[in-house]
């Protein structure tokens, strides 16, 4: 059902990981990683990322657990110039 939800929403399913889906809105993407019951929703621009998740919360029961520390065993480091480290 996510992933027709994500269809509708004009979201594209990547071609090389049907896991990851992403959507262009003007000159900023949001990604949504899919793993089993857990998502991760990330964008360049914060109001894209609310839009989307409030989109998804009226139709599926999400949990916020706010900035990812750690997936799949890989911790995420958030650095001062706005990047990520990944180890």
Same mark, same amino acid.
């Given at each position: 059902?996510?992933?027709?939800? &994500?269809? =509708?929403?004009?979201? =594209?399913? +990547?071609?090389?990981?049907? +896991?990851?889906?992403?959507?262009?809105?003007?000159?900023?993407?949001?990604?949504?990683?899919?793993?089993? *019951? *857990?998502?991760?929703?990330?964008? +360049?621009?914060? +109001?894209?990322?609310? =839009?989307?998740?409030? =989109?998804?919360?009226?139709?599926?029961?999400?949990?916020?657990?706010?900035?990812? *520390?750690?997936?799949?065993?890989?911790?995420?480091?958030? &650095?001062? *110039?706005?990047?990520?480290?990944?180890?």
């Amino acid at each position: 059902k996510l992933k027709l939800t &994500l269809t =509708q929403f004009d979201f =594209q399913a +990547s071609k090389c990981d049907p +896991s990851l889906f992403w959507y262009k809105h003007q000159a900023h993407t949001i990604f949504i990683m899919v793993y089993v *019951d *857990d998502i991760i929703i990330t964008s +360049s621009f914060s +109001s894209l990322i609310q =839009q989307i998740t409030n =989109q998804l919360e009226s139709i599926f029961s999400l949990k916020k657990l706010g900035s990812l *520390d750690y997936f799949l065993s890989i911790e995420v480091k958030y &650095l001062p *110039d706005k990047s990520l480290v990944l180890t």
